[in-house]
């Protein structure tokens, strides 16, 4: 939790301005945390929590110096295959407003209106067994009955 916990203060406390008094909340002591690792060097985060009515997944970053390589993509596998292993009718996220492409990749489609967060633009989006796709590096997408063939 410590990495993780550094990791977001870099990105969205030092990088994008949110308070810190504001970054972290009581999800955090129950959210399931995912932390991806370059050798020792934690480099990108992102939780799972249930809110009491819905999966969520929130709080995804990688250190500014590490993108572009995956670990972003990576982090949100991890992170939706851990959500619907709990066979929920759907996961929720709140998007900044340009991460709502990298999102929809994912099967996430926009679900309310937009609002503002200390300045940024956060898009409610949701993903459901029938949306969810996870892309190949061959260009194949993979569906909920492929992804959990137990639960399909």
């Known amino acids: 939790a410590d990495d993780a916990r550094m990791i977001r203060e870099k990105v969205f406390v030092e ?3 949110f308070p810190p008094e504001e970054e972290f909340d009581v999800f955090d002591g129950q959210a399931m945390h995912v932390v991806i690792y370059d ?3 934690p480099v990108g985060t992102g939780r799972v929590y249930h809110d009491g009515k819905t999966f969520r997944i ?4 990688v250190l500014k110096e590490e993108r572009g390589q995956g670990i972003g993509d ?3 596998r991890v992170l939706l295959v851990k959500a619907f292993e709990f066979d929920p009718s759907q996961v929720r996220i709140l998007a900044q407003v340009h991460a709502k492409e990298f999102y929809e ?3 996430f489609e926009q679900d309310g209106e937009a609002t503002e967060d200390s300045g940024v633009i956060h898009i409610p989006m949701r993903v459901t067994k029938e949306t969810l796709v996870f892309q190949s590096g061959c260009g194949k ?12």
Request: contains cysteine; glycine residues 22%.
């Open 141 to 152: 997408e993979m569906h909920f009955k492929e992804i959990f063939p137990e639960k399909g």
């Open 15 to 17: 990088e994008q301005g």
């Open 39 to 41: 050798g020792e060097r």
């Open 105 to 107: 990749g994912f099967g």
């Open 74 to 76: 990576l982090m949100m």
């Open 58 to 61: 929130g709080r995804l970053c």
